[in-house]
């Protein structure tokens, strides 16, 4: 599976921003969804994921309140939404799909990932 992620950019603090990622392929149903983010210099973190069938999500606790995953299965696409950005939120973003588990949240649970979106809030 391919995926694309876009919609990153500059932004202020307390601005919102909506990240996309389209999958390819024909079984995104069957696909449990994840976004991660990588700021300069730190590891790759966990920042949101989301069930197969959309029923179930679960958000970092450091993002709970502003941001909300989401997707849209007859567009093989997974939002992020996010709100009330902070400088902290500056990296980069990563999608990523799981095939063979209804719900991911662990990076090494993820077998796909796209190639990232960047954004920067600036105080």
């Known amino acids: 599976v391919q995926l694309q992620a876009s919609g990153g950019g500059s932004v202020r603090a307390g601005d919102s921003l909506r990240l996309v990622c389209v999958a390819s392929?024909?079984?995104?149903?069957?696909?449990?969804m994840g976004w991660f983010r990588q700021a300069p210099g730190k590891e790759r973190e966990f920042v949101a994921a989301?069930?197969?069938?959309?029923?179930?999500?679960s958000l970092a606790d450091s993002v709970k309140g502003r941001f909300t995953i989401s997707r849209d299965n007859s567009k093989n696409t997974v939002y992020l939404q996010m709100d009330n950005l902070k400088p902290e939120d500056t990296g980069v973003y990563y999608c990523?799909?799981?095939?063979?588990?209804?719900?991911?949240?662990?990076?090494?649970?993820?077998?796909?990932w796209g190639q990232g979106t960047e954004f920067t809030v600036s105080s």
């Open positions: 989301i069930s197969t069938n959309g029923g179930t999500t």
């Open positions: 392929g024909r079984a995104f149903t069957n696909m449990a």
């Open positions: 990523a799909s799981e095939r063979t588990l209804p719900m991911a949240t662990m990076a090494r649970e993820f077998d796909s």
